[in-house]
Nanobody, 124 residues
């Protein structure tokens, strides 16, 4: 059983930064690929970013490329999402998720365990 707990969400003005963290319990974290997804009101959950189990490969949605950075610290069982130059359209609940496969994937069905989400609101 792996438990994920996101933190770091909040209200920020457009153009500002925010850093999300996702702390994991369990021994499988270091071998899991991790991803960030988001869901805005009235919209489907969408892929944001993913990082390979080793941290040496990352992948981003076009909408956040160049503004967001995913990273992980396997010693701390934590994955991060640094979000810069935030836009109102980034407003959503952000979820982290883990995949036992260990490789990058943007499909939500490839992820085996999920956090409860953290709200990010960007004001214009």
């Amino acid at each position: 059983q792996v438990l994920l707990v996101e933190s770091g969400g909040g209200l920020v003005q457009a153009g500002g930064p925010l850093r999300l963290s996702c702390a994991a319990s369990g021994r499988t974290f270091s071998r899991s690929a991790m991803g960030w997804f988001r869901q805005a009101p009235g919209k489907e959950r969408e892929f944001v970013s993913a990082i390979r189990w080793s941290g040496d490969s990352t992948f981003y949605a076009d909408s956040v490329k160049g503004r967001f950075t995913i990273s992980r610290d396997n010693a701390k069982n934590t994955v991060y999402l640094q979000m810069n130059s935030l836009k109102p359209e980034d407003t959503a609940v952000y979820y982290c998720a883990g995949s036992f496969r260990g490789t990058l994937s943007r499909g939500s069905d490839e992820y085996n365990y999920w956090g409860q989400g953290t709200q990010v609101t960007v004001s214009s």
